[in-house]
Structure formats: C-alpha cells, structure tokens
C-alpha cells in the first residue's frame, strides 16, 4: 500500500459490484476510509465484509441513489460518524437497450434516474462537506456512449452524455467558488462486469463488440477503478472538467 488516498474518506455508489466494489477495494487498498453505498444489501454486506478484513473503519449504506431525502440522510451520516467527505464517485448506473421505438416513457425515466439523477442528487447534497475538505474530489462514471451514440441506447445515451457535462458544469462552479473541489468524468467501454457477463458470454455478442474495439478484448473492472483512482488522488491536481476515456480505443476510430 503506497497510501495514495491516506486520511481521506470515499464515498462510492453502485459498490456492491463490478468497478464500483473494484474501486472501492483499490481505495481501502491505498489508505481511505469507504463508504460502500448501493440499494443491493446483500452485496453490501459483503463488499463491506471484504473491506473490513484490513480494519474496521469502512461503512455500508443501503439506499436508493434516485431519492433526494436517502442521500440527506446519507451525507448526514457521514458527517456525524467521520466529520468530513473528501471523495466522492457516483458510480451507480445500469443499461436498458431498446430501440426508441421500443423504449416506454417509465424505461426513460428509470434510466435517467439511476444514471443521472443520482448524480446531481449526490453531488448536490455531497458538495458542501466537500468543500470543507479543501481538496474534494469528485468522479462521475460516464460512459464511452457519453462521447459517441450506439444504436438501441437512446435513454442510456441521453443520461451518458448528461453525465458527461454535468461534470464540466460542476468543475467550472467549483473553480469559480473557490472551494478546492475538483470533478472530472470516466468513460469506460466495453467492461465485463457481473451486469455484462450473461451478454459478453454470447459468442455473438462478443463478436460483435470485440470487431469494434481496436484491443480486440473486453476490459476489467480494474483497469476502470485504477483511472478513478488517480482522478480521485492528489496526483490529479491540476485536473478538473475533464474526461477520461478506457475503452480499448472504440472512440479513437
């Protein structure tokens, strides 16, 4: 452990799973204290059993990230238990992909509400304990259909690239207000996860995706939570408003 994330405190949601628990372990691994959060409480549970091995000053929060008053009393509750935030990755998110034909006014509205909702909720209520941190950092999980559209994404696409400027919006307001909070985005490509593995296992499937990828495979949770790491350690410093793209060189086609 090289302490790269030494006295701070992490909160991550989606992390009963794939990047998220994968980045949740690789910031217990450099020295903070996580704050696991995810609807999945069983997960939870053991994300948090997993991290507990190595000390006792993680926590688990079970609640919905598409709530307002769930994420007040989140943020309340790690102010009461630690005092102070000084990361946060909104991570949580799922896929639905169906035509827009297809796709039903509550699928949209799910969809947005999980991938980009739960970021200005989170970042909203988020915000002022970061800023007492002096050195917030905040790391919103995009996507690389954040950047470029796909076919049969319409409403995963739509909150991608919400997430995408959203994130710039909050850079610039942090930087104006002077409160040392840095927010920068992930766009992460084709990744195997536990949400992706039934897919990626088709033969078909993974044909298809894997022509269009330039690495020719599917990326792992790691190589995503490694990148958030960095956004989320001081060796970012000098980084705000900006985006960083893992997807095997898709969007570089």
Known sequence: M?????DKVALITGAASGIGLETARRFAQEGATVILADRNAAGLTAALSELQASGDRHLAMAFDVTGESEWVAAIEQVRSRYGRLDILVNNAGFGRFRSIAETTLDEWRATLAVNLDSVFLGTKHALPLLAESGRGAIVNMSSMRGMVAGPTSGAYTAAKAGVRYF???????????RNGVRANSVHPGHVETPLTAAAYAKPEVAKEFLSHTPLARFGQPREIADVVLFLASDEASYMTGSEVVVDGGVTAQ
């Open 2 to 6: 090289s302490g790269r994330l030494s």
């Open 167 to 177: 994130t710039k919006v909050t850079a610039l307001e942090c930087a104006a207000a």
